[in-house]
């Protein structure tokens, strides 16, 4: 059983910054996907990145690309979200999830360790 705990999630002005990370335990941290999701009140969960068990592939959606990065740190079992350049519309609670890597990976379906989330709010 793989539990996952985010954390980084806090109030920022349109344009900064913000790191999220999240920390894992149970299970093996290597051999699972990694990704994030978002979701705002009254939205459905939407996807916005997964990163590899080894690292090295990296996906995102569209509305983030050039502006988030995942990573991960397997000495450390805990992955991460650089969010750069945000937007008020970025503003969501951000869950990571853990699960096989796979070609469906925007699918929530696909992953099946969840997070609490963290908040996350731009503001204008």
């Known amino acids: 059983q793989v539990q996952l705990v985010e954390s980084g999630g806090r109030l920022v002005q349109a344009g900064g910054s913000l790191r999220l990370s999240c920390a894992a335990s149970?299970?093996?941290?290597?051999?699972?996907?990694m990704g994030w999701f978002r979701q705002d009140p009254g939205k459905e969960r939407e996807f916005v990145a997964r990163?590899?068990?080894?690292?090295?592939?990296?996906n995102y959606a569209d509305p983030v690309k050039g502006r988030f990065i995942i990573s991960r740190d397997t000495a450390k079992n805990t992955m991460y979200l650089q969010m750069n350049s945000l937007k008020p519309e970025d503003t969501a609670v951000y869950y990571c999830?853990?699960?096989?890597?796979?070609?469906?990976?925007?699918?929530?379906?696909?992953?099946?360790?969840w997070g609490q989330g963290t908040q996350v709010t731009v503001s204008s």
């Open positions: 149970g299970g093996t941290f290597s051999s699972n996907a």
């Open positions: 999830a853990a699960g096989r890597y796979t070609n469906n990976y925007s699918l929530i379906r696909e992953y099946d360790y």
């Open positions: 990163i590899s068990p080894s690292g090295y592939i990296r």
